[in-house]
């Protein structure tokens, strides 16, 4: 089957990737990664992206339009829906429409691969953008990934990507707050 695997970084797409790989796709890496912030932050996993896909000879399509006010602009629309749920809508929904453009079987996103995602959102995402979405839990190849990661010295980012995420992981009082809330 020929696979467009979305990729949000490059220690998340090397579970993934050598997974369907290994197991007869045709895989092609799609770096589409609107939300991440600031532009600094982008830049450099986009530059992990392509050294680590040129490393291992990966076939890539690369978005690089870099959309900050298009993004805040559909948080602060959306209102109450979750931010994630936002996030994973535009990633998979415009990855969707590309696989469809270019003639793949099927699409997927490394985001399966962090435990720190909402993987029930990302089916429910996926599944809404195309029928074609095929859902894998690769929680399980976290911790490899990021040891492959550290051992190639590719870079390794220390929050998902969107502001918000930036301000939990930076800002402690922020953090504090958001685990009382889910916590209950």
Excluded at 43 to 54: E, G, H, S, V, W
Excluded at 116 to 145: C, K, M, V
Aim: proline letters at 5%.
């Amino acid at each position: 089957m020929k696979i467009l695997l979305h990729s949000c970084c490059a220690p998340c797409l090397i579970g993934p990737f050598h997974s369907l790989r290994e197991r007869g796709h045709e895989v092609t890496a799609y770096f589409y990664n609107p939300n991440i912030m600031p532009y600094r932050e982008f830049r450099r996993r986009l530059t992990a992206f392509r050294d680590y896909t040129k490393l291992e000879s990966i076939p890539v399509i690369i978005d690089e339009n870099y959309k900050l006010e298009y993004m805040l602009r559909r948080y602060l629309e959306r209102g109450e829906i979750p931010r994630c749920r936002i996030c994973y809508e535009e990633r998979l929904g415009h990855t969707g429409k590309i696989a469809l453009e270019k003639g793949f079987d099927a699409f997927a996103t490394t985001l399966a691969v962090s435990p720190y995602q909402d993987h029930e959102l990302i089916r429910t995402a996926g599944r809404e953008a195309s029928e074609h979405f095929l859902y894998e839990d690769w929680r399980p190849l976290f911790t490899e990934n990021h040891e492959k990661a550290k051992k190639l010295g590719i870079y390794m980012q220390g929050y998902c990507g969107c502001i918000f995420s930036e301000e939990e992981r930076y800002r402690p009082s922020v953090r504090k707050k958001i685990q009382k809330e889910r916590i209950g």
